[in-house]
């Protein structure tokens, strides 16, 4: 590994991998590539301590059980939020959002202390929202709509401190009735899109790949198969 590699942390694929978002990893690295730089994914699994020194960090869904070992595993190896509180990009999905907030509630009503990475708090909802979402972005350096496939119980109220990723268009969001979807604080973007999400949404990839490596532009990548993607998943004619 050189000096100059950018460093991808797959944060608890072990136990926050339930719906594949550990490949926003590597689509993270592999548009890295394309561009000419050196990338690699460090994994980071409950046998690790969670390094500090990474260049972005993503985290992926899970269920309830999943989710009380991974706040455990923050909790005591507090390298994610240090890495945060200096600048580094984080990606967190779906239940990951849960994690890193204030608390959240399992669906036995139990409410478990998460990291307080995000001021923002999850109970139980009364149906399941799963289908396609789509939103219109609210992050500066974002235009064009994101989507992804939701697939969550919780429900997500952001605290003044937290913003929203985006306004909901299509599909459920945040779940509590506010028309929201994700969260935004700090250097944290989370959201409940799965797909990986950064397969569907480029321009969010580069976005975080910009505020990774510290430029405010990226060489432009001609990829008519992601273009097509998009327009299967919009629903653009």
Not at 52 to 71: C, K, M
Not at 173 to 184: F, H, P, S
Not at 201 to 211: G, I, M, V, Y
Request: proline fraction near 6%; charged fraction near 25%; charge should be negative.
């Amino acid at each position: 590994m050189s000096e100059s590699t950018v460093r991808i942390g797959l944060v608890l694929p072990d136990v926050m991998g339930t719906y594949g978002d550990g490949g926003n990893a590597l689509i993270l690295r592999q548009r890295l590539r394309m561009r000419g730089y050196d990338a690699e994914v460090v994994e980071i699994t409950l046998s690790d301590p969670v390094p500090e020194t990474l260049d972005v960090y993503t985290l992926g869904g899970a269920e309830d059980s999943a989710q009380r070992l991974a706040t455990r595993h923050l909790t005591t190896y507090p390298g994610l939020q240090r890495a945060a509180e200096r600048g580094a990009p984080v990606l967190a999905i779906c239940a990951a959002i849960q994690v890193l907030g204030h608390w959240y509630e399992t669906s036995s009503g139990e409410r478990v202390d998460g990291v307080s990475m995000l001021d923002a708090t999850t109970s139980p909802q009364a149906t399941r929202s799963i289908g396609e979402v789509v939103t219109t972005p609210l992050i500066d350096g974002l235009t064009a709509p994101l989507s992804g496939f939701e697939n969550h119980r919780g429900g997500t109220t952001l605290g003044p401190d937290a913003k929203p990723v985006g306004r909901v268009t299509r599909g459920v969001g945040n779940g509590v009735d506010d028309g929201l979807e994700g969260v935004t604080q700090g250097s944290v973007i989370g959201t409940y899109m799965h797909g990986p999400v950064l397969a569907r949404n480029p321009e969010l990839a580069d976005l975080l790949l910009k505020r990774a490596i510290g430029v405010d532009e990226l060489a432009p990548l001609d990829l008519p198969e992601v273009d097509l993607l998009r327009r299967e998943r919009l629903r653009v004619r």
